[in-house]
């Protein structure tokens, strides 16, 4: 089973950036389609990001739509969350899941997931 793990979270002031990476341990995510999803404490996660098998198809929730940027690279098996501008409602659990085709980058099309990284955005 496709194992993913997060890194990259913390602490961060409201403006500041961040930038999270997703990898995997014996496998190549170059067959996969990558999302970044989110969940703040008693909120249903949501999708934020997704980026196609290339990387050359993204999509981006409308809450995060030019502050975030996710990219990938294949050589390193490692797909990027990059985050500026970050407001305390980005504050959440960020988890990163694989699929092989994402029409709609939503969470029923994922079936294998990270176990999260905590994004706390505060002053």
């Known amino acids: 089973q496709l194992q993913l793990v997060e890194s990259g979270g913390g602490l961060v002031q409201p403006g500041g950036s961040l930038r999270l990476s997703c990898t995997a341990s014996g496998v190549t995510l170059n067959y996969y389609a990558i999302g970044w999803f989110r969940q703040a404490p008693g909120a249903e996660r949501e999708g934020v990001s997704c980026?196609?098998?290339?990387?050359?198809?993204?999509n981006y929730a409308d809450s995060v739509k030019g502050r975030f940027t996710i990219s990938r690279d294949n050589a390193k098996n490692t797909v990027y969350l990059q985050m500026n501008s970050l407001k305390p409602e980005d504050t959440a659990v960020y988890y990163c899941a694989a699929t092989f085709v994402t029409s709609r980058c939503a969470r029923n099309e994922f079936g294998s997931w990270g176990q999260g990284t905590q994004v706390t955005v505060s002053s």
């Open positions: 980026i196609s098998r290339s990387g050359t198809s993204t």
